[in-house]
């Protein structure tokens, strides 16, 4: 058995990539007959984004799902003014600030921001 995929449904397709493309995750252009979309994040782990008609065409009853703070994606910058910049730009761009950038106790520049469907993505780097 192999881990190797992270699925995520997404209520606006297009604004999802557009939010995981500001990350540097090579994901293509929305195309609105398109509602299925994956991409080798290296490692052997892909991400795949959903269309909730996707999501309802294989799931009996589906019901839209809610971001919480149960599971959270990280993403992490080389210095710590990465991680500065890009939580600015992503909050810039109209995506929610869950946290501003710190510095923790455990020694990385830390942040976090929301996605379009509010799951939370964490920023980081060891100096």
Known sequence: MELNAIGIACSDVAASLAFYRMLGVDLPEFDPD???????LGGGIRLMLDSEAVMASFIDNYTRPTGNDRITLAVEYD???GVDVAFAQLVAAGHDAVR???DAFWGQRYATVADPDGNHVDLYATP
């Open 34 to 40: 398109t509602g299925h979309y994956d991409t080798d």
């Open 79 to 81: 210095t710590p003014a």
């Open 100 to 102: 501003e950038p710190f």
